[in-house]
Nanobody, 124 residues
Framework: QVQLVESGGGLVQAGGSLRLSCAAS??????MGWFRQAPGKEREFVAA????????YYADSVKGRFTISRDIAKNTVYLQMNSLKPEDTAVYYC???????????????????WGQGTQVTVSS
């Protein structure tokens, strides 16, 4: 089991910034990342870290605006979100994956454990 505790969501105006945090405990994992789900839409990949390699990767929709980072000692991943847009409004979920295939995991079913989610609302 992996326990994930998220924090940092909130309400911000378009163009503003927010920082999300997710602390993991329990068993080890290969990848840790963020997904988001807006009302009426499917859960979509945002960004993740291949933990052992220290390799971050992003969805095209957030490249250049969001930055994922980590604190290995704290088993924590952060998502710095800048230049936020109304279309970034969603519940953001932290997740971990044991997937070891040839591609970086970006599909929700490739992730095993999920946090409770944190609401991010961007007003126009």
């Amino acid at each position: 089991q992996v326990q994930l505790v998220e924090s940092g969501g909130g309400l911000v105006q378009a163009g503003g910034s927010l920082r999300l945090s997710c602390a993991a405990s329990g068993r080890t994992f290969r990848t840790m990342g963020w997904f988001r789900q807006a009302p009426g839409k499917e859960r979509e990949f945002v960004a993740a870290f291949i933990w052992s390699a220290g390799s971050p990767y992003y969805a095209d929709s957030v490249k250049g605006r969001f930055t994922i980072s980590r604190d290995i000692a704290k088993n924590t991943v952060y998502l710095q979100m800048n230049s936020l847009k109304p279309e970034d409004t969603a519940v953001y979920y932290c997740a971990t994956s044991q997937y070891s295939g040839i591609h970086y995991p970006t599909r929700y079913y490739e992730y095993n454990y999920w946090g409770q989610g944190t609401q991010v609302t961007v007003s126009s």
